[in-house]
Each structure stands twice: as structure tokens, then as C-alpha cells.
């Protein structure tokens, strides 16, 4: 499929570095920057909410949405989730985790084989390489074109990584945003 890429980030410390992050360049998006184009004197731009959209702006997002088909690009995706960082329905951060591109590493050991333990050995870099590839192969089978259910899929896949390395705490946030905008999402298809 290749929706997806890791990167190596370098050595910090005694750590080696990767990303996992979509296989294109995501639009740059300014939270609100559609709203203070249109915004009249002293009208706020803070967050908004779906209910606040015009009819027109919705249906304009219902056909970005290929009107709920499930035939959509993953970049197709991003730029949907940019134009709500726009409109300043979501947040930048929101949309990195809706995109699947902030989405917690799981403890390397969960993803090797036992006969891969024994054909790396003890060599701890072989063993986060395998699971890399391993974990960018999950991603990439995630993304089937349907972002409801690539939603669901992500956030049982952080959940997942979370319980398995131990940082339930962390993983709230990243939760709570994919519901938000599995919300958003609904409220606009229906």
C-alpha cells in the first residue's frame, strides 16, 4: 500500500530515532485562517463548533468527504482535516492524530517473533528495525479509504500500543481527539 514511511531521525543519546509518518507533504494549515479572512471586525475566531458552519460550507465538506463512499486518498484525508484546522473546527494537533502520523510507538519487543529473537539475537537495534516495518505495515493496512473507519482502527491501535507499553495516561489525549473528530465527521455526513 505504502500510505505510510519511517524515517530515521538520528541518534540522541543512546537512542536511535524513527518516524512513522504519511508517505506525502501534508498542506500547511493555519487554525482559523479561513474565518479571519471572512470575519468582520471584532467577530471571534476561536474554535468552532459544526452546528456553526453554513449549509454551503457543509455540503462542500460532505463532497470533500466523497459524501461517506470510503473512496478516498489518505492525502484526500489530510487536506478534508486541514480545511477543519481552517475553520478552526479542529486544532493542528487533532489533525496529526487523525491522520495517523502522532501516533504512540509501541514497546519494540511486542512486535518481534521469537525465531526473529533468535535469528537477531541480542542486537536491540535489528529487533526496533523489524518492528518498524512490522508497525508501518499495520498503519498502512488501516487506511482502506473509509476515515470513520480508519478512526476506529487507529484508536484501537492506540489503545493497543498504550496498554502495552504503559502509557494509558498518554494515550487520552490521542483518543479524545479521534473521537472528537469521528463526532465532527458524523455531524457533517448526517
Known amino acids: 500500500m505504502g500510505y505510510y514511511e519511517c ?11 524513527w518516524l512513522i509518518v504519511p508517505a506525502f507533504t ?28 453554513s449549509e454551503e460550507t457543509k455540503a462542500e465538506l460532505r463532497e470533500k468527504l466523497h459524501n461517506g463512499r470510503g473512496d478516498m486518498t489518505l492525502q484526500e484525508w489530510d487536506d478534508f482535516l486541514a480545511d477543519l484546522v ?7 494537533t487533532e489533525r496529526s ?13 511486542d512486535y518481534v517473533s521469537p525465531e526473529d529473537r533468535r535469528r537477531f539475537g541480542p542486537n536491540p537495534m535489528l529487533w526496533m528495525e523489524n518492528g518498524l516495518t512490522f508497525q508501518k505495515k499495520q498503519k498502512d493496512d ?7 473507519k480508519f478512526l476506529n482502527k487507529l484508536d484501537v491501535y492506540t489503545l493497543r500500543n498504550a ?24 455531524e457533517i455526513l448526517w
Open 7 to 17: 524515517i530515521y531521525q538520528g541518534i540522541s543519546g543512546n537512542a536511535h530515532a
Open 26 to 53: 501534508p498542506r500547511k494549515a493555519e487554525f482559523g485562517s479561513m474565518l479571519k479572512k471572512t470575519a468582520a471586525d471584532g467577530e471571534s475566531t476561536d474554535k468552532q463548533d459544526v452546528k456553526e458552519l
Open 86 to 92: 481552517e475553520l478552526a473546527i479542529i486544532t493542528n
Open 97 to 109: 492524530y487523525a491522520n495517523g502520523s502522532m501516533s504512540g510507538v509501541p514497546k519494540t519487543s
Open 142 to 148: 488501516m487506511w482502506t479509504g473509509d476515515p470513520l
Open 163 to 186: 496498554a502495552s507499553s504503559g502509557t494509558m495516561d498518554i494515550a487520552v489525549s490521542e483518543r479524545e481527539a479521534m473521537r472528537r473528530v469521528t463526532q465532527i465527521l458524523q
